[in-house]
């Protein structure tokens, strides 16, 4: 779970122009990891929605119907379909499961429902640290008008001291 800087303990204001800076780019950089592994979790829930549809074509099949099986994601070889009650799932690390079509259709929801929940949790740290990166770029633009006003006031000071001399 992301925190703003204050709830960290972090005093902004206390932060250099240098120090803030920095802080930006490190928080710039974890909502870029955060929304490249938002997009990686995004194609993985897809790819459970397309094999959910793709099951549910396969077990409206007859028996005896001609297919292509793919070998590689460019080859593929002629079949027929000997059985469409079961399905050879891949539960991981390396190991299948004969299923049924419900089963499988059950399993697959699952896992998209589980990556569901991570989505959720995934923007909810997103926008946290996108308004981390918000806040720091106020203090950032603070410091800099501070430090405008005060060379600029220096500078009226300094032409007034001198238009007296």
């Not at 120090?19 to 979790?41: D, H, M």
């Not at 396969?58 to 000997?82: C, H, K, R």
């Not at 089963?103 to 699952?110: D, H, S, V, Y």
Request: a negative charge.
């Amino acid at each position: 779970t992301a925190m703003a800087p204050e709830e960290k303990g972090i005093n902004l204001a206390a932060l250099s122009l240098e120090q803030l800076s920095q802080l930006k780019q490190a928080l710039e950089g974890e909502v870029e990891a955060l929304t490249s592994s938002y997009i990686q979790l995004r194609n993985v829930m897809n790819r459970f929605s397309n094999s959910a549809e793709t099951v549910k074509r396969f077990s409206a099949q007859e028996a005896g119907a001609e297919m292509l099986v793919p070998l590689t994601n460019s080859l593929y070889v002629p079949g027929t379909i000997d059985n469409t009650d079961t399905l050879l799932v891949d539960v991981g690390t390396g190991y299948f499961i004969d299923k049924s079509t419900d089963q499988t259709l059950e399993f697959l929801q699952r896992k998209s429902d589980t990556v569901k929940a991570q989505l959720v949790e995934m923007e909810k740290a997103m926008n946290a640290k996108r308004q981390n990166v918000e806040q720091v770029v106020m203090v950032l633009q603070q410091k800099v008008q501070s430090m405008r006003a005060s060379q600029a006031a220096e500078r009226a000071t300094e032409a007034g001291a001198t238009a007296e001399a």
